[in-house]
């Protein structure tokens, strides 16, 4: 309670105390910006005016103080014009008394402010639940990333004849996007993207799932091997690889999720290709000379529709090569007007790129990529490149 008048503090005084109210005095509005530094009263009272500090500049700077909850301030004045009020408002007072105050209407405006103030408690303190539950969430999603980029055992392989090099950027915590390979038998390799729908926990945890299906390091559960009679290892069909795969997630998984594929079976001796593509954008084939061409029809995702048919695709790499599996959110990427990179970008980007390999190749295309969206990667961004150098001869 602040108020110059020593016999004003008295009867609100003594008003107050008979309502339960714990009073603290002040006979001016600096003795009452030190006791509200000290105490931090719920509720303060204050007369307009005042000699020294009157009650608005009080009220603004009561509002500049550093408090842990919120303070109700109440303004004490003979004042009823209307920009008088408001400049009241605007000041940071939450409610008026007109003096002489009367006794009963002072425990009513009071009442509204303890409803306040009790409201803000509860929101202080479910915003502190809820704090600690997004830092909870930000820990496991960390985690989850970590184990995320862990599915990726290898970054890169070099089979003689031809390299490996795998890309995989999520855009947030964790996303749905894989990458990998996996050696078939002593001449072929599988390649293989996956895009599961949705982004955070419960496509990670799908992903996961996924990638044992097509694990290197455990031939005997990957879908894409069979183990012949003589136990040794070949490669199922890719269109049968991307049916086995749709039959699991319809029949063995209860998920709602689903996911588009692009998997390659590629001879290293050779440089045949045989590929599925289940919902994933088109590969794209790379000459030696730098220009690009696409492939594949499309298809459906995996986990859409019971009993869908797969196509294969062909095609025959020669020396110097390459062949790119990227995931839509490298063709869909889109500047800030919304103008999407689509294939046509995505060849120039690769033409810029052709005298690169590698790691190196990978590297220039995300940094081209993050330039076209000036920053603005919405998606993750994952992809495999082979590098097919031609099997060695004799004569070599």
Not at 107 to 116: D, K, P, Q, T, V
Not at 155 to 160: E, L, V
Not at 340 to 362: P, V
């Amino acid at each position: 309670m602040v108020d110059d008048s020593r016999m004003q503090r008295r009867i609100l005084s003594a008003q107050l105390a008979r309502s339960g109210y714990e009073v603290i005095e002040a006979g001016s509005a600096e003795e009452g910006l030190t006791l509200c530094a000290e105490r931090a009263p719920d509720i303060v009272l204050s007369d307009w005016v005042m000699p020294g500090m009157n009650g608005l500049e009080f009220c603004r700077a009561f509002r500049d103080q550093n408090r842990a909850s919120y303070g109700y301030f109440v303004l004490l004045t003979s004042k009823n014009d209307k920009n008088e009020v408001a400049q009241g408002l605007e000041s940071g007072a939450d409610d008026f008394l007109s003096k002489p105050v009367n006794g009963e209407e002072l425990r009513a405006r009071l009442a509204a402010g303890e409803r306040i103030l009790t409201m803000e408690r509860e929101l202080r303190q479910k915003n502190r639940l809820l704090r600690a539950a997004q830092e909870a969430i930000e820990r496991d999603l960390s985690e989850a990333r970590k184990l995320q980029q862990s599915l990726i055992k290898e970054r890169h392989r070099s089979f003689g004849a031809a390299e490996v090099t795998l890309m995989l950027r999520p855009s947030g915590h964790v996303g749905g996007d894989l990458v990998g390979f996996f050696p078939i038998n002593a001449r072929r390799v599988g390649l293989f993207g996956i895009d599961v729908s949705g982004h955070g926990i419960a496509s990670a945890l799908m992903t996961a799932r996924i990638a044992g299906y097509l694990s290197g390091s455990s031939p005997e559960q990957n879908v894409a091997l069979i183990l012949s009679e003589f136990g040794i290892y070949d490669g199922r069909p890719p269109a049968e690889v991307a049916q086995h795969l749709n039959t699991l997630i319809l029949e063995e998984m209860e998920t709602e999720s689903y996911f588009t594929l692009i998997y390659a079976d590629v001879d290293l001796v050779s440089g045949d290709v045989c590929l599925v593509q289940a919902g994933h954008p088109h590969p794209a084939v790379q000459r030696a000379d730098g220009t690009v061409e696409f492939l594949g029809q499309g298809g459906l995702p995996i986990g859409l529709l019971p009993m869908a048919d797969y196509e294969q695709v062909t095609t025959v790499l020669a020396p110097g090569d390459r062949l790119f599996l990227m995931s839509d959110g490298i063709t869909e990427a889109a500047t800030p007007s919304g103008e999407m990179l689509c294939e046509d970008g995505l060849s120039r980007l690769m033409r810029d790129s052709a005298k690169l390999r590698g790691q190196a190749y990978l590297d220039a295309l995300f940094w081209d990529l993050s330039e076209y969206t000036q920053g603005n990667l919405v998606d993750d961004v994952s992809a495999v490149l082979f590098e097919f150098n031609g099997a060695k001869t004799n004569a070599d």
